[in-house]
Structures are given as C-alpha cells and as structure tokens.
C-alpha cells in the first residue's frame, strides 16, 4: 500500500532544544549557538535570531540575551522562523503493519527525522499523517509509529517502526545485541588459528577475501535482528565475496561540531560481510549483510575496500571524508554547507532485506524492499520491470 501527502510550500518552523553541560558552562549564549550549530548558521546570523527572540529559555519562555551566561542542566529552545523545504518524496509504501510493528519502504532522497532545512518533508512527517488518516481507524487507540533505526536520506529501502513503548525497547534491544553479537563473533574468530592471517590482514587494510565468510553469514542469520543491502560500487571489486572490519568513529570535520562518522582507528568495531552479484564496465554491484550497526557503514566500509559507492560525495577511498570536495546536490540538507554533508544524495544504497522477531509475538519475520533499477542484477531487469521511481534522487 503507498501513502502520500501534498507538501506546503512553507512550513510551520520548528522548535530545536539544547540542554547544557557541563562542557559549556560559563559560555555565553551566542558563542554557544555560533560554535556548536556553526552549520545552521554564522556567527552573525545567531546574533540576529537571537535578538529577535528566537531563542527562549525552556524553564520560563522568555527570550535571552547574546551575553546570558549558561548554567549546567539549563535547557535552551530556538525556534526556527518557517521556511521553505527543499523538494523531496512525498510518499512511503506499506510493507507490513500490525498494533505493534509498521514496516515502510523508504524512497531515497527522504530524510527519516526532522533536521537542519528538512522538518515536515520527512518519514517521521509522512507517519504523523498516516497515523491521524488511516492507523488511528484501523487500529483504535494505537500510537504513533516511530522509526527504531535510520537510514541515510539517498539510502532507500526497509524500515521499521514501533507503534508501542513496549514494541520499541524490544527492538531496540535487538539492535544493539545484534551488534554486540557482530564484534563479539569477530574477536572470537581472530583468536583461532585458521582465520588468524586473515584477521592480520584484516587489521592491517581492514579488509579481507575468502575464509569463514560463509559461516559469517550463516552466523548473521542466527542474530535476532539483521540487514542486508544492494550496493553500486565505484570500480571492479576483483574478490568475489569477503569481509571489511574498519573501526568507525567520529573525526573532525567542517560544519559538524560533533564531528563526522568515517574510518577511524580509535572508533568502534564494525563488520560488513559483502559478495559481488554482477561486475558492470565500470562498477560492481553488492550485497552487503552488516554485522554491527554504525552510522554510514556500507558507505565507509566500501570506500575502505577501494571502492566508493558510485556517486558519493563524502566517502572516499579509505573511508575518510573527501573535505575538499563540494556538495553536488546542493539542496541544502545542513545548511547548504560549502563541504559535502552525510544528507547529500548521488549514491544507491538499498536496504533490501530485513529480518528481526517480532516484538510481541517473537515469530520470525523477513520483510523485503522492491530493488531499484540502478540495483538490480541484469537477470532480474530481464525477469521483471524496474520497482518504483528511479533510485537516486539529486
């Protein structure tokens, strides 16, 4: 079933709250919107907003002054004047819904939660609509469906939300034992003597061929919550099938003043098991099965086997952020940054399959995503038709 909405063309703005650490006491309050959301703005443009009382304190409502003094535990609020968003889907399909779980295919180009210039143009929008047109006289006295992981705005495919409290921390739960299973698999593997080298290797280059990938595989299966993924990747991945096990981990970047998820030595363990399905002239196509969940994962994993999804304008080979390089999209999803944004779109990235128990019920479900065209395997765009609208969406 597909849903859809009509877009406004402006919005009814947003409200954005920061609660202060200890890190930040003593700052006063236009230092700390200048250079912890220098994305959102510069230092001239908070001074204005918040001379216009944009900015509130939460315990009282009433507008601060640039030079207010911050205090541990205070809470500040800004609202953002409405604006116009930049354009993007305006529809999600149904792939399975009860009173606990909802299950959507996600179109790429479609943010999942509000953020910088995206607020109503979103999954979390297009389910607050669906929830008050269909959900609430389908199942009387259910709640609003809440995604319990994400994907990147130009990554399309499975999604799964909760529709109760209960529902969501069980979920949650699973997602992150199945990560801890992924790491807890890797370090139990590196100490045995049969995948010792390729461990070695895998430390070194962070990435490997061959060995005990199948029984990875087998081993992914058993978790009780997993993802797979269609990948188009930049160049002729030579091995047939292996892992990478790159740590991930924020770095330093411009615009981010929480830094940016890439290849980092000091970052978590992270495992992406991968196999090529076809190699075009000058592109591979993957299936990717992640082990552990980090942020941007296929995308940093693939740029650190050499290879970049096809179209990417943050990841480059090795896994590190391409600084130098300006966003193509230009749709400004952090404040049209000079740099390239993990929101900027241009890659394929599909989440195609995804397994998990089901929260209330525990029975096993497996829900899939149509493949994009740009995703498919040339025997699959000859047995059937393209699913949906074009993948990429810039």
Request: proline share 7%.
């Amino acid at each position: 079933m597909e849903f859809s909405v009509s877009y406004a063309t402006i919005n009814d703005g947003f409200m954005y709250h920061d609660k202060i650490s200890k890190h930040h006491v003593g700052s006063v309050v236009h230092d700390f919107y200048s250079k912890n959301h220098a994305a959102s703005g510069t230092a001239e443009e908070w001074l204005q907003r918040i001379q216009n009382n944009q900015v509130l304190l939460s315990a009282t409502g009433k507008p601060v002054a640039p030079d207010t003094v911050l205090k541990a535990g205070e809470r500040l609020t800004y609202f953002r004047l409405p604006w116009a968003e930049p354009e993007a889907p305006s529809s999600i399909s149904v792939l399975y819904e009860d009173e606990h779980v909802l299950a959507v295919a996600k179109p790429a180009g479609l943010q999942v939660l509000p953020k910088a210039s995206f607020c109503q143009r979103t999954v979390l929008g297009l389910l607050q609509a669906y929830q008050q047109q269909v959900r609430c006289k389908r199942y009387a006295g259910s709640q609003q469906p809440v995604p319990v992981h994400r994907l990147g705005r130009g990554t399309s495919g499975v999604l799964l939300c909760s529709c109760t409290v209960a529902a969501r921390q069980k979920l949650c739960r699973d997602f992150r034992a199945s990560t801890e299973m992924g790491v807890r698999s890797s370090t139990h593997s590196s100490g045995t003597g049969e995948s010792e080298g390729r461990r070695q290797q895998g430390a070194a280059g962070g990435c490997s061929s061959g060995g005990d990938s199948r029984d990875d595989c087998t081993a992914a299966l058993e978790r009780p919550l997993g993802k797979t993924y269609r990948a188009l990747v930049s160049g002729i991945v030579e091995q047939d099938e292996g892992e990478v096990d790159v740590a991930i981990g924020p770095v330093s970047y411009p615009g981010l003043s929480n830094g940016l998820f890439a290849a980092s030595p000091s970052g978590k363990p992270a495992r992406s098991l991968f196999r090529v399905l076809h190699r075009h002239a000058d592109s591979t196509l993957m299936e990717v099965t992640i082990l552990t969940g980090r942020p941007h994962q296929i995308r940093i994993h693939m740029a650190a086997l050499g290879h970049p999804l096809l179209g990417d304008p943050l990841y480059g080979p090795g896994g590190a952020p391409m600084v130098a390089v300006v966003s193509g999209s230009r749709l400004g999803a952090y404040g049209d940054a000079g740099n390239a944004m993990p929101g900027d779109c241009g890659y394929h990235l599909h989440s195609m399959d995804l397994h998990f128990h089901h929260p209330e019920t525990g029975a096993e479900m497996r829900l899939t995503a149509p493949v994009p065209a740009a995703l498919q395997t040339p025997q699959e765009a000859a047995a059937c038709p393209a699913a949906g609208p074009p993948h990429s969406f810039a």
